[in-house]
């Protein structure tokens, strides 16, 4: 038999699907927390007890998404001893992450206008935007970058460059040449940064 922690959590991670898909379906202004009740077999007040409103449950669902955009990453870059190459690669992975239209409308469309640039970036900053902080840090310690290099505001640059690549992708035409030109254009100014 569950106990009521278990319960709690079980609730909570119901209400967070349920929201996530009724987020990317009809984007945070549209969304219905009915809608999102319904479809998570909850009740309003248990919406309301694990969340003060809806933007509340929004920021839970922009958090989650951007902690599995970075874990995503974090996943598939850990036991690469090259970090230059690391980053490289993590880069390809936020790309097409990013480009999945859930993940683009939740996290680069309606998470900043929703929650605000301040509170989206501090977001970020735990999540995809750390996995590309470190990933520079690792490449810097390794002597890929010059050790005067300022990784922060390299990291915020280079993750405004990709976030709109994001946007280049998603709305071309022609989606698997905007991709392959958006990697190229990142891989060279990554290699523009090497020491």
Same mark, same amino acid.
């Given at each position: 038999?569950?106990?009521?922690?278990?319960?709690?959590?079980?609730?909570? %991670?119901?209400?967070?699907?349920?929201?996530?898909?009724?987020?990317?379906?009809?984007?945070?202004?549209?969304?219905?927390?009915?809608?999102? $009740?319904?479809?998570?077999? %909850?009740?309003?007040?248990?919406?309301?007890?694990?969340?003060?409103?809806?933007?509340?449950?929004?920021?839970?669902? $922009?958090? %989650?998404?951007?902690?599995? =955009?970075?874990?995503? &990453?974090?996943?598939?870059?850990?036991?690469?001893?090259?970090?230059?190459?690391?980053?490289?690669?993590?880069?390809?992975?936020? @790309?097409?992450? %990013?480009?999945?239209?859930?993940?683009?409308? &939740?996290?680069?469309?309606?998470?900043?206008?929703?929650?605000?640039?301040?509170?989206?970036?501090?977001?970020?900053?735990?999540?995809?935007?750390?996995?590309?902080?470190?990933? =520079?840090?690792?490449?810097?310690?390794?002597?890929?970058?010059?050790?005067? =290099?300022?990784?922060?505001?390299?990291?915020?640059?280079?993750?405004?460059? =990709?976030?709109?690549?994001?946007? $280049? &992708?998603?709305?071309?035409?022609?989606?698997?040449?905007?991709?392959?030109?958006? $990697?190229?254009?990142?891989?060279?100014? @990554?290699?523009?940064?090497?020491?």
């Amino acid at each position: 038999m569950a106990t009521n922690e278990q319960r709690t959590a079980r609730t909570r %991670a119901g209400l967070l699907k349920a929201a996530r898909a009724e987020f990317a379906a009809h984007g945070y202004a549209d969304a219905a927390t009915t809608a999102i $009740v319904s479809r998570a077999s %909850a009740t309003r007040g248990a919406l309301y007890h694990h969340f003060k409103d809806k933007l509340a449950l929004f920021d839970a669902v $922009v958090e %989650a998404e951007d902690a599995r =955009l970075a874990q995503l &990453i974090d996943d598939a870059t850990e036991d690469m001893p090259d970090a230059f190459a690391s980053l490289r690669h993590g880069i390809g992975i936020y @790309l097409d992450t %990013a480009t999945a239209p859930a993940t683009r409308r &939740i996290l680069m469309l309606d998470g900043p206008s929703a929650l605000g640039w301040t509170r989206w970036r501090e977001i970020q900053s735990r999540h995809s935007l750390r996995t590309l902080r470190e990933g =520079l840090e690792a490449a810097q310690t390794q002597g890929a970058l010059p050790p005067d =290099l300022s990784v922060p505001v390299t990291a915020s640059l280079f993750a405004a460059a =990709l976030d709109e690549a994001v946007h $280049v &992708i998603a709305e071309s035409r022609n989606r698997k040449q905007a991709r392959a030109q958006a $990697v190229a254009a990142a891989e060279a100014m @990554l290699d523009g940064l090497k020491a």
